[in-house]
């Protein structure tokens, strides 16, 4: 509450240096962002001047008919005693206010079927993304380059629920940044695991649905290094306020040098999958993968959300067959919230959460899955 | 021969009487209207500054879903069916409405309908989170088990919408008086007509698109499944077939209010008539082509994109026609600014804003950046809060004396127009800016560089809300003890409806009046 009073009175005191100080004005301009970004691809700033274009055309329109309406109420008032005049006809000027807006139409649909037909020319690209939407993360994928990864919030909760003071990009930071390279034409293919996503990045003025069993492709030639932020922009249930999306635009050499360090880590995580891990590691592995990617649903004390969500405390999955546990987890539920992880997470991630939910919140059952028992499961084995 | 109501609650049961139903129907759209703002305010606490403070995540989802759908299918729908059902038999000199049993049932089915939407709020799993547009499959396989429910609620609903509006149809094409041609009509009838004819064509769609649902759900259907060759974008197709046409359902009432409303006040008949009547028609065709212009991210190929893009530009034309012809009425007449008066002039420049806006989105380029933002949002509460909320209450203000005999308070009205007025726009004038800044829409937290215009917008909300409650003390106050009104009310108003004594007496025009 505090805070929101200082939120207040902020705005008073800025609206006081508004009018003391010139100077304040900038800044204050700065703070509250109230227009579209121009963007760094060729296309954002057509669509930027477009939309500046159509809002000037709005504003005076809007000039002339507000203006003609607010010279009418106050001189055509019957407190100043005039009288009413009777006209109510006129052939001419139907015509002639159908045919205007049609004009102004016509000039500003030529120039707007222009830039989307640009915007839709996905051919010739030089890297191509996959980038799949979650409930709710995005996964990406450079295509022929062996490199997958997920994206996902990392916001902490306590920032989310006021116990600690909110960072500058609050709900727009995620572990690992999409990296992309500078002045190369990139394509994108958009597409959903689960429910409909949309990505969104303002600065590219990319925004494509992600639709589960299609494919969408958009693309982008970014022009500036730098860190660009954006959201989901389809509700996707719960979570579609906490799944940002973060892209890194970075010079060629650094873009090879980020792929390199990614193969590196890829194959250093594969080659865990043979080694063995005690309970106690996997225990506490599990619960930091557990918080991450299971607690948004079913809880960080593993109650679920009744009707929604089911419990995994006394659960009959967590308490069984822990081949069946596993199969849960690595192909998910059909016709269910339930998605399949077993993309999503690596062998030694599934085996460190199958192995903390079996034993967590009483569950009690004691017993551990190995990195290498997922492995041969995702076999078929 | 002339007989009063019947005595005691039965009256209200049995009732094949206009004046009653239009009561009802009105009365039950405000007890929506204030329930669908309750939901709002709920959204717009939470959405009062950054952070989860008052709801989770999954319950601010059911907010939104079930504010849009009581709001569009509870409040707006209804009110303008009771405006109607008041308003059409005496406005044409008919003595009721043509199908008066089926008139009771259409109204009757719908409290049911709304009760069982709302119980869902009690369920295990909650209410609709989906949002109103529903989306497949976040709708079916993601769907809470409530979703059956509402899906029988929209059919309920439907079958009421349907119902009224063949009794609108058959009353207007058979019961005018002898001498009252077509283009003699009002235009308060001419635009419900025609909102009657798009209500026919698309309310079977919803139900269409809400029974695959069911099927999907249910009974191992795929419509919208990809994984069973299916297609979720089907779903948005039929959805939007059905939803571009609606939005119009809600505003051409509207047009035919302000239509009867601007003349009264600006002494001077309504300019442009005829054009007005046509560009009405003109607007319920081109709302059949339009719809994808609601999908322009979805991936549709570029004909079809360009194609909806200049659909929807077009229609701009004929809605610039309408606010150009009341802009006409207005000029050299000789205007007093009674409260119905000042909610139709509200109406005409904040729905112009609200077209403005339209127009911004129809070009697709332009709409990759606006989609699914508070720009959005903001658009549609532009047209839709001063679109059709102050028109209808524009109509209420204007007919409540002929309605219920006595006149409202003008001061308070004044009051409450402005309350409203100022509400209106601190709530939802911020939204284009946090829209364009980046704000995406059904979100229950944001980065803090949305923060500002968030409070901004939660307090206009209040102010809004609170602004309903003097609407509602007035209304009540008025038909308790207002000051009796004049059979006239207004000064030489126009119309059939000022022939008869006020209050309206239970059976009007049991002989038809003379046309002249």
Redesign the interface.
Known sequence: ML??AR?LCA?MLGFTCLLAAGGALAEEVE???????PGVTP?SQ??YS??MQ??W??VA??VV??G??FV??FL????RG?????????TL??LL??AI??AI?IM??IP??K???D??DTEKSEVDVLITGY?WSWKYEILGEDVSFFSKLTTPTD????HAS?G?????EVDEPLVLPVNKKIRFLVTAN???H?W?V?AF?????A????I??AWAVITEPGIYR?????????????MPVVVEAKSEADYQAWLAEKKAAAAAIAELTEKPFTFDELYAKGEEVYSRSCAACHLAGGQG????FPALKDSPVALGDINHHIDVVVNGVA???MQAFGEQLSEVDIAAVVTYERTAWDNNMGDLAQPIDIYNHKQGK | MAHGPAKGLTRWLYTTNHKDIGSMYLWFSFAMFFLGGIFALVIRAEL??????IVE??FF?QMTTMHGLVMVFGAVMPAFVGLANWMVPLMIGAPDMALPRMNNWSFWILPFAFAMLSSTLF????AP???WTF?A??ST??A??SVTFFIFAIHIMGASSIMGAINIIATILNMRAPGMTLMKMPMFVWTWLITAFLLIAVMPVLAGAVTMMLMDIHFGTSFFD??GGG???LFQHVFWFFGHPEVYIMILPAFGIVSAIIPTF??????????MVYATAAIAILSFVVWAHHMF???MP?AG??FF??AT??I??PT??K??NW???????????ETPMLFS?AF??LF??GG??G??LA????D??Y???YFVVAHFHYVLVPGAIFSITAGVYYWLPKWSGRMYNETMGKVHFWLAFIGLNVTFFPMH?SG???M??????????????N?ISSVGAVLFGAAQLVFLYNVISTILSGKKATDEVWDNPEGLEWTVPSPAPYHTFTEPPAIK
Not at chain 2, 327 to 337: D, I, P, Q
Not at chain 2, 363 to 366: E, R, T, Y
Not at chain 2, 440 to 453: K, S
Request: proline share 7%.
């Open positions: 805070k929101t939120r705005w703070r509250w962002k109230f227009n579209m970004t296309i057509n669509v477009l939309h159509i809002f055309w709005c329109i809007g008919v507000f003609i309406m009418s109420m055509h008032r019957k407190s005039v009288k009413p005049a009777n006209f109510h006809e006129s000027l139907e206010w159908t807006p049609f139409l500003m649909g707007a079927s830039t989307l037909i915007l839709y409930q920032q989310i629920e006021g909110k500058v990009n609050y709900l727009l689960d429910v409909i949309s969104w303002p003025a990319v925004k494509r649905d639709i589960p069993g299609f969408n492709d954006g959201q989901c922009a389809e509700l996707c249930g719960k979570d579609h306020g906490f959300v009744p009707g929604v016709g269910t919230a | 009062f500054q950054p952070g989860l403070q995540p999954n989802n369920m295990t799993g909650g989170n989906f949002g989306y499959p976040l396989t993601y809470p088990p990809a994984a297609d979720p974008v600006a002494r001077k008949p309504l300019f442009g008539y005829s054009s991210t979805v991936g570029i994109e360009l893009m200049w530009m077009l701009s034309v610039g026609v606010i150009f802009v006409a009425t207005m000029f050299k007449g000789s205007m007093t600014f002039i005409v420049i112009t804003i403005f806006s127009v911004m070009i697709a380029p332009a990759f950046q989609h699914d933002t800016f364009l800044a980046g995406p829409r059904r979100i229950p937290d944001y980065n803090m560089m949305f923060a500002d215009w409070m």
